[in-house]
């Protein structure tokens, strides 16, 4: 132990002259009397009782001692010696997980009372800096020894609605790795933390909690169906067994719904499932999640449908039938409308000549800057996939294509190759040459009788979006934290106004609420989603770092304790002095 104030440790003198007041006796004044007799039985008694009442002082002495020399040393300020008195970084977990719990408290609640014990008992012993962490380092107190600082700077910090980001984990870790301070992690548990350094000082405050919420969400018109939607959803749970929940598709202002679908929640990540809506139209929808959980913000999800903006497509074949048939059927549902060649964004073709248009081209043939190598015709070849996950094959079975007439042939260098034969040849694959691009099918569309297949549409219409970019200019929702390139040239940026009715106008922007956003380029408005949309926050299962055995300071500290103790020791010499007093 040793003393913060030993100076103030001179103040023990006072127990001198305390005892020499003790001892100094008042001599009664000698008075005659005639009543001896009365006197005599007194004096008897009190020389009886003249030992328990000395040993009755000398008890009232070391009690009013006792209770000067723990003044004196609260004055002092001890301190028990734990560690090695660096200064404390106090990092608090300040991403949504920490939102969860019940109706009386939540972690982020629990976190602050254990940084706030914490603070008091330091009690200005030592520098102190409190630290939130979400997707960056936020200082709410720099280094300071005092404790009223330090607790205000607690007691306003929240929770921070996006998660923490890899950046601000190895700024953390940086300062872990340090020599002139401690780094001490307040946190939940959750997952994600993974790259957290091992010199981080992990405080865990809660187990794993039952929770469920939607970690992933979409919303895409269907090529060729006019108003018909797909909705793709996927939920996490880490409930400890399975349980019941609905998942509701409605409008924003919630007076409209469209499905309920029934869901089985199991431990884990579910895997994604996609349904079709009808009778949809341009505007904000919501996903629901209904479900009795820890933490409601993963429960509900705002997605912004936009409009279909007709893409001008142009044929250019010597059987152009079919094409003509199928850019019908989509300009009727409102995604491609037909075009000259002179007007259009794209061109279909058969042909595959080099002109300044995008190009889907079908039934490869001749020499063209799409391929290379030109060979004999592939006997029955069998579709597999090179690239999973690519936009172009998200609604799109490639697998069960017939690609008779399929050619061999070189892709162009830099070609991003989608669907391949067994033997290596390429059968979807997109290309790049004198600044234009091309989706090329390699298949007679007549042979393989793709005209009847119901992908020949599904095809067109999905690389004509490719080819525009319109697939990947802004999508329904976005996980929360993310940073996005908005639609619109850099000399006429749009005008972007978030949940809370800010406005900027900006060509890009982080996504830091939740809720529905808007985009205003020229006279097209177009709006999008923000949602939680992380697994890692959904998932409450105790998974991230394992708690340290930090040796920490905690509670009161050790001359409040003193001075507590004092206190009743006064108490309690009062009550004797006054039974002594007054019998």
């Not at 009778?279 to 999800?301: F, H, Y």
Request: hydrophobic residues 45%; charged residues 25%.
């Amino acid at each position: 132990m040793n003393f913060l104030a030993p100076n103030l440790l001179w103040g023990l003198l006072a127990l001198i002259p305390l005892s020499l007041i003790y001892f100094l006796k008042v001599r009664p004044r000698r008075k005659q009397t005639n009543a001896y007799f009365l006197w005599e039985k007194i004096l008897q008694e009190k020389a009886a009782s003249a030992l328990f009442r000395r040993l009755r002082d000398v008890l009232s002495l070391l009690l009013i001692a006792l209770v000067v020399a723990m003044i004196v040393m609260a004055m002092a300020r001890p301190k028990v010696q734990t560690d090695d008195g660096r200064d404390l970084l106090l990092v608090i977990d300040q991403s949504p997980s920490m939102a969860a719990g019940d109706d009386r408290e939540t972690v982020f609640e629990e976190a602050k009372k254990e940084a706030t014990n914490i603070v008091r008992a330091l009690d200005g012993s030592r520098r102190l800096a409190v630290v939130g962490l979400a997707d960056r380092l936020d200082f709410a107190s720099h280094l300071s020894d005092s404790p009223k600082d330090l607790l205000d700077a607690i007691e306003g910090m929240k929770p921070s609605p996006v998660p923490i980001s890899e950046t601000a984990i190895r700024e953390v870790n940086r300062l872990a790795d340090g020599r002139d301070s401690r780094v001490i992690f307040l946190t939940d548990g959750h997952g994600g933390l993974g790259s957290l350094s091992e010199k981080v000082e992990t405080i865990r405050l809660k187990g794993p909690t039952a929770n469920a919420g939607i970690v992933a969400a979409d919303l895409a018109w269907v090529p060729g169906k006019n108003g018909v939607v797909s909705f793709f959803y996927k939920v996490a749970s880490s409930f400890p067994t399975d349980k019941s929940a609905e998942l509701i598709l409605k409008d924003a202002t919630g007076s409209r719904i469209l499905r309920v679908i029934p869901i089985l929640l199991q431990s884990g990540i579910s895997e994604g499932e996609t349904i079709e809506v009808g009778e949809m139209v341009a505007g904000s929808w919501v996903a629901e999640l209904e479900v009795a959980d820890s933490l409601p913000a993963d429960n509900t999800v705002v997605m912004g449908l936009n409009e279909q903006r007709r893409i001008r497509v142009a044929v250019s074949s010597d059987q152009p039938y079919f094409f003509e048939r199928s850019l019908e059927a989509f300009a009727q549902a409102g995604g491609l409308q037909m075009a000259e060649v002179e007007s259009a964004e794209v061109l279909l073709t058969d042909q595959g000549a080099a002109t300044s248009l995008q190009q889907i081209v079908f039934r490869p043939e001749g020499e063209s800057v799409w391929w290379q190598d030109l060979g004999e015709a592939l006997e029955q070849p069998v579709p597999l996939i090179k690239a999973e996950g690519h936009p172009l094959l998200r609604h799109l079975e490639a697998e069960s294509i017939n690609f008779s007439g399929a050619r061999q042939l070189t892709a162009p260098e830099g070609s991003v190759v989608l669907v391949e034969s067994e033997s290596g040849i390429p059968l979807l694959y997109k290309a790049r040459a004198d600044g234009m691009e091309a989706i090329v099918v390699n298949l007679d569309p007549s042979v393989a009788e793709f005209f009847l297949s119901p992908w020949f549409p599904v095809l067109i219409y999905d690389g004509a979006l490719n080819l525009t970019g319109e697939e990947a200019s802004l999508r329904t929702v976005y996980p929360v934290g993310s940073r996005i390139d908005f639609p619109g040239e850099s000399e006429s940026p749009a005008l972007w106004t978030n949940p809370k009715g800010q406005v900027a106008r900006t060509t890009s922007g982080e996504l830091r609420q939740t809720g529905l956003h808007r985009l205003q380029l020229g006279a097209d408005q177009r709006v999008f989603g923000v949602g939680l949309l992380r697994s890692e926050e959904t998932l409450l299962d105790g998974s991230g770092p394992a708690a340290s055995d930090a040796q920490l300071e905690r509670g009161r500290m050790l001359g409040w304790w003193l001075l507590a103790i004092a206190l009743v020791f006064v108490c309690v010499e009062s009550i004797l002095y006054h039974r002594r007093k007054l019998g």
